[in-house]
């Protein structure tokens, strides 16, 4: 048997990897589903449909996974975050029809190697503490333009949290959240594709993959005390960057 559901076994292969690989990167960092996904499924599978699988398996497994951590979530320390982005948002989605996508995320991709590196040499990370609310605000627009123009909300505010000096509970509160709050927005504001028969039989085949994946790293998250925790998030920022970069 060389195909299963109508769709070869080689492609399915690449799909329930990418889900599986996404999803312990999202379950275990609570970020980078759509790198890491992406990076696997565009060896296999056309651009639309990993768009439209990154929306559709990226939105309900940030839903799922942020139920579980909702008494992390601190309102006071996410509102300024979610302004922001509400804000900065429709700014980034204005941009994606007149300014090319590929060298801002060239540059992100080397900005995370080069700070997830720095993370896992460096003995101990500055730490921000000035700003209070209004610099929360900031780092939350300019997420929110990354997001709209590029896709890649969740970048600044992972970072921005962990020079917080926030614990891994409280910086998860806040950003994977927010990441949702983003996600959902901007697809509003693009609109969705289409989901095509095609595209839904490849969503419904990524969903074992998806909630083993899911399942496993956020298993993986409740075994990683702080400093252990900070390394992966930083082993998952240089993985981010190397995908944007290759």
């Not at 109508?6 to 275990?28: D, E, K, N, Q, R």
């Not at 768009?51 to 992390?72: E, F, Q």
């Not at 204005?94 to 190697?113: E, N, R, T, W």
């Not at 994977?176 to 959902?184: E, G, K, W």
């Amino acid at each position: 048997m060389t195909a299963a559901f109508g769709v070869p076994l080689s492609t399915i292969a690449v799909l329930w990897a990418g889900a599986f690989v996404g999803a312990i990167a999202a379950g275990g960092a609570g970020f980078a589903f759509a790198l890491a996904a992406a990076a696997i499924w565009l060896h296999a599978l056309e651009p639309l449909q990993v768009t439209t699988l990154i929306v559709a398996c990226g939105s309900l497994l940030h839903v799922t996974l942020v139920w579980p951590i909702r008494r992390s979530i601190e309102r006071e320390r996410l509102t300024p975050f979610l302004i922001g982005a509400a804000l900065g948002i429709p700014v980034g989605v204005a941009f994606v029809s007149q300014v090319d996508p590929h060298p801002i995320k060239l540059a992100i991709g080397a900005g995370l190697c080069l700070y997830g590196a720095y993370t896992l040499l460096a003995p101990r990370l500055p730490r921000i503490e000035g700003g209070g609310r209004p610099a929360d605000a900031a780092v939350g627009f300019l997420g929110g333009v990354l997001g709209g123009a590029a896709g890649l909300s969740g970048v600044l505010p992972t970072i921005w949290t962990q020079l917080r000096g926030w614990p891994k509970a409280v910086a998860r509160g806040v950003y994977q959240p927010f990441i949702l709050f983003a996600h959902l927005l901007t697809l509003s504001l693009l609109g969705v594709a289409a989901i095509s028969g095609d595209g839904l039989k490849l969503f419904l085949l990524a969903l074992p993959p998806l909630a083993l994946g899911a399942w496993l790293g956020f298993a993986l998250y409740g075994k990683l005390d702080e400093a252990r925790f900070k390394q992966f998030l930083a082993l998952m920022l240089i993985a981010s960057g190397a995908a944007l970069l290759f």
